[in-house]
């Protein structure tokens, strides 16, 4: 694995970002012309958003960290603390946002009734939410700037003796959210329902039960809740090979497809699910592991299009026009690859978060906030990993409107543009280097830049141009201070650069 030399860190700010002579002949050297970038696509303004799995408010097996039992897959852990201080103050600077509270194990959780204390969930359920678990979501919510989306219970806990789903534990959910000053800004009716299997559906659920019930749903939500949108179906795993899944396997599974086609124009945003591969927890199962070898290369960088095609397709079929959201992707599924805590893997968040706006993708969920490897921040300690600060970064520097990406001087070179958020004219930018040697870029007089990098790339601490970010005792960031950009930025290997441009006079941006 490649690594950014420890003595390279020791160099001063200015010569970091120093270029030479001779590269100002470069392909960029002209200076790169970024009032002329037009505007290709709109994001949301919650865009950067993350998932708290239900069972992190629950407590209850989750991905189990690495160093234990020899094919250990799950772990019990106990509730999120989520009035705990500092994660309030560090996911406050990753608002706006969505936090989506769902998962798989949402599927068959219940929410207890007013006065109700239960020792186990009732027939039907696997984990049992307090009322008081749901109160702490909602005041955390708005504590840190987030609307509150969910996915319901579809287990066989919240059905009738025919099998129909109700609408209680939903409209209970709804009715507590209300009730502790909140409201839900979105919700899909089943997590990830094309694997059924997984989500304790009730054996044999099929298209026409999923129909059935979704109607239920939708009729529901728009009567008692208008202003929630309506998003899904939310499946996963479809854009691969499915020739690798057996036919007997596929027969039972509810395709996105057949769902759509069976549900066409009922949904305000259509959602997937995206993983480049699993964790070695799921090693066992059919699906591609994630390798580390392959962190750097354009194969894994641009395989988030591959599902984004898939599901976009479906779109254009069944609910032509609708905006499209991916409400849950990481680095791996199952917990995450050891490296998804790593810098390595920003490349792959950065260029993700890239690639998905210029596609006009309206909101990306991370999974997870704070459990297991992939999440932003460490669980227990509650200390920022490399993606946090690039989520920090983005948030300052890219906004809305997305832009063309202007020509890059190398291959290994991948260039993001956004207009400044609340910048007349300015445009932001970030420049991913994953490639072995630096490179060169001229912007002119007026821009800053922001230089994250490591000691090694697939280590857990980075900086920002030379400083190590912190979390300061009043809740603010410290090291996260721009440096001048110019006219030319030095970016070296392994390493990404974000940069703004408040006077570039991008008419796009105005």
Not at 45 to 55: A, I, L, T
Not at 146 to 156: D, I, N, P, Q, T
Not at 282 to 295: D, F, K
Request: hydrophobic share 35%; with cysteine; net charge neutral.
């Amino acid at each position: 694995m490649r690594r950014i030399r420890k003595s390279s860190m020791a160099c001063s700010v200015s010569a970091l970002l120093l270029a030479s002579a001779a590269a100002s002949a470069s392909p960029a050297g002209g200076g790169m012309r970024l009032d002329q970038l037009p505007r290709i696509a709109e994001v949301d303004e919650r865009f950067q958003s993350y998932n708290v799995e239900m069972v992190e408010v629950t407590g209850g097996r989750f991905w189990a960290p690495y160093g234990g039992p020899p094919g250990e897959q799950y772990r019990q852990r106990p509730p999120e603390d989520l009035s705990d201080k500092r994660l309030r103050a560090l996911t406050k600077h990753l608002g706006p946002a969505y936090m989506r509270v769902s998962g798989t194990w949402a599927n068959s959780t219940y929410l207890e009734a007013d006065g109700e204390h239960l020792s186990e969930p009732p027939e039907g359920y696997n984990q049992v939410l307090t009322r008081d678990q749901w109160r702490g979501v909602v005041d955390f919510a708005k504590a840190v700037d987030a609307k509150v989306g969910v996915s319901f219970a579809v287990s066989e806990g919240p059905r009738g003796a025919d099998g129909v789903w109700q609408t209680e534990q939903a409209q209970r959910l709804l009715d507590l959210t209300r009730a502790a000053g909140g409201e839900l800004g979105f919700a899909e009716f089943i997590n990830e329902p094309n694997a059924a299997s997984l989500g304790r559906l009730p054996k044999g659920y099929s298209v026409a039960d999923y129909t059935r019930d979704f109607s239920i749903f939708l009729d529901w939500a728009r009567k008692v809740s208008p202003n929630t949108k309506i998003v899904g179906p939310g499946g996963v795993g479809e854009g691969g090979d499915l020739s690798k899944i057996p036919v007997a396997t596929l027969a039972r599974m509810l395709l996105t497809e057949e769902l759509m086609k069976a549900n066409p124009n009922a949904v305000d945003a259509v959602s997937y699910h995206f993983y480049g591969g699993v964790s070695q927890r799921c090693a066992n199962t059919q699906a591609e592991q994630a390798q580390q070898s392959q962190a750097l290369t354009p194969t894994w960088l641009d395989l988030t299009l591959r599902d984004w095609k898939y599901y976009s397709g479906l779109r254009d079929k069944y609910e032509r026009g609708d905006p499209m959201w991916v409400t849950e992707t990481a680095q791996a599924a199952c917990g995450g690859s050891p490296w998804a805590a790593t810098f390595l893997d920003t490349f792959r968040y950065v260029n993700q978060l890239g690639l998905l706006a210029q596609k006009g993708v309206r909101v990306v969920f991370h999974n997870t906030l704070t459990a297991s490897d992939y999440s932003l921040i460490e669980e227990g300690t509650k200390n920022p990993r490399p993606n946090y600060w690039a989520a920090v970064l983005w948030r300052r520097t890219m906004g809305t409107t997305v832009l063309a990406s202007p020509p890059s001087p190398a291959e290994n070179l991948r260039i993001y543009a956004h207009c400044l958020p609340e910048s007349n004219g300015g445009v932001g930018m970030v420049a991913i280097n994953y490639g072995d040697t630096p490179q060169v870029l001229t912007l002119g007089e007026g821009a800053k830049v922001w230089l994250l990098e490591a000691p090694s790339v697939d280590g857990t601490s980075v900086t920002v141009n030379g400083q190590t970010p912190h979390l300061q005792a009043d809740g603010s960031l410290s090291g996260l201070r721009g440096v001048s950009a110019g006219p030319s930025t030095r970016i070296p290997a392994t390493s990404i650069a974000f940069f703004t441009k408040p006077h570039a006079g991008n008419a796009a941006c105005k």
